[in-house]
């Protein structure tokens, strides 16, 4: 017979095994739309390589010289729209606070109003104060502002303490005036700040309530343009006060040819706000 050749059988053999292979394949190809999709994802999970890991970032550094209690995150403006924000706090013993007395003997400004004390120079301002005024003991508060407006001028800093809700300790009231300026002119701005200072401080209150641009006429003269009318005083501005236990905010003005809409200050009612029950309230016109 022709298989009793061993050439032809083996070739038989082969023929068979190819045939079984094509007919096993036929068997397990999808023949409806469902295995025809489960197929594909079956072959794309096999090729298709991992996606890369996402990178996690780095924690942010803390303001202060040591790590601070984590509060929550950093925070902008804190109006009658919003609840007290509270602020991270570190201690430092009479050994710590005198090495740091010695730091800031020739580069800061140190103003002391009572029991707190007020660090100032080009770089975000930093307060401290103390439980009461025989402590050794001092506390510094973060503040929480933003580097925007603090630059090579860090301004001066009004510190005043009013009694808002009558209870506990006075509130501290911080208006800081920080600017920067170039060769060509620069920008003012005017910032508040209401604290309450306890064993846990809170932030009540802050705004931004002025911010003035100027444009120094003569650089404009000395490189050969003229500043237009109405431009070279810029920007927005709105009053602020204390009276009594209230306070008292005004209107929002425009300076120069500044457009009300371009303003970026604190958008707030005018009137009078109170201090009630831990949340500010406006109180009226």
Known sequence: MWLSDPANYGRFLTGAAVLLSLL????RRPRTTEQVVAAAKTARLVVEPAPPATPVAPARAAILDAPL????????????????VLLAIQQFNPGEWDSLN?????????TRFGRFC????????RLFYQAASHDSTWTEVELALSDEYWGAESGETELETVNLDGRGAAELVLRFHPARYGSGGGTAWDYVSVIEVSARPKLIFRALLAEENEAFGGYAQLHGYTIAPGEQYTGCKRSFKVRGRELVLGPIKTIGNTERKECRLTELPAGRYHYRNGRLLRAGK
């Open 24 to 27: 096993a394949c036929e068997q």
């Open 69 to 84: 209690e984590d509060t929550g995150p950093e925070v902008s403006e804190v109006t009658d729209r919003t609840a007290p």
């Open 102 to 110: 010695a730091e800031w003997a020739n580069w800061n400004t140190v």
């Open 118 to 125: 007020l660090v100032e120079r080009h770089e975000l301002p």
